[in-house]
């Protein structure tokens, strides 16, 4: 018996360590199920799952993509000038008020719209009042002698131009040249006085009388008809 039970113990003893070596892994699964569950339980009721699509709906999985400098947009409101014309007609126009004051109206005035007055000048008031007479057109001075060619003065256009008698004698004697003269041209354009500047013999005489009947065209100074001073050359050719 007491061999039996020795042995008993002996047996006892040695299942005891088996059983804790089998429970071991055992109890170290269970406590780290727990740890996990504890920590996972209070985060899976904070998330709320997306409401279910319906069934007939299809899904489109869109990736957003992110732009590198993306610019918020900027609203412009759009400012209306105070005198500015309204971009649409209004269905109404409301009368306009008129801000001008009731003045006194001056004296000799016409009587016109309210706050409006036309006034009339005094020298017009009276209607026996004459005017002054207009002042006389301003009229350019006349020199008081002939004027020479030159500056504003310019030489007068030839009209008429006898040719000169050749003297019968100058032929025979085979004399020719050039006679210079001063003529003197009246306000009509005729000349009026020849004078010789240049003589020539047996010459002179035929040169003065063919200037004599020469004519031009009035001069003018200043828009005013005036006489003029010019030289004038008689040339005498004898024909081989």
Known sequence: MELLRDVLRTGDASGRMRRRWLLFPISVAVHATAAVAYLIIPLAAAVELPPAAPPNSSRHWVMPIATPHETPAVVRKAVVAPNAAPAEAPPRLAPEVSTVPNLPSPEGAIAGPPGVSVGVPD??????????????????????????????????????????????????????????????????????????????????????????????????????????????????????
């Not at 350019?140 to 002698?145: R, V």
């Not at 256009?157 to 019968?168: D, E, S």
């Not at 003197?184 to 020849?194: H, N």
């Not at 003065?208 to 010019?230: C, E, H, I, K, Q």
Request: aromatic share 4%; glycine share 6%.
């Open 123 to 240: 020298a017009l008031s009276d209607v026996g009042t004459t005017l002054p007479p207009a002042p006389p057109p301003i009229v350019a001075a006349k020199p008081p002698g002939p004027v020479r060619i030159g500056g504003d003065v310019r030489a007068p256009q030839r009209l008429v131009a006898t040719p000169p008698v050749y003297p019968p004698v100058a032929i025979a004697a085979h004399i020719e040249g050039r006679v210079v003269l001063e003529a003197l041209i009246d306000e009509q354009g005729r000349v009026d006085q020849v004078k010789v500047l240049r003589s020539v013999a047996l010459l002179d005489a035929a040169a003065m009388d063919a200037v004599r009947s020469w004519r031009y065209t009035p001069t003018t100074l200043n828009g005013v008809p005036v006489a003029v001073l010019m030289t004038v050359t008689v040339t005498f050719t004898l024909q081989r």
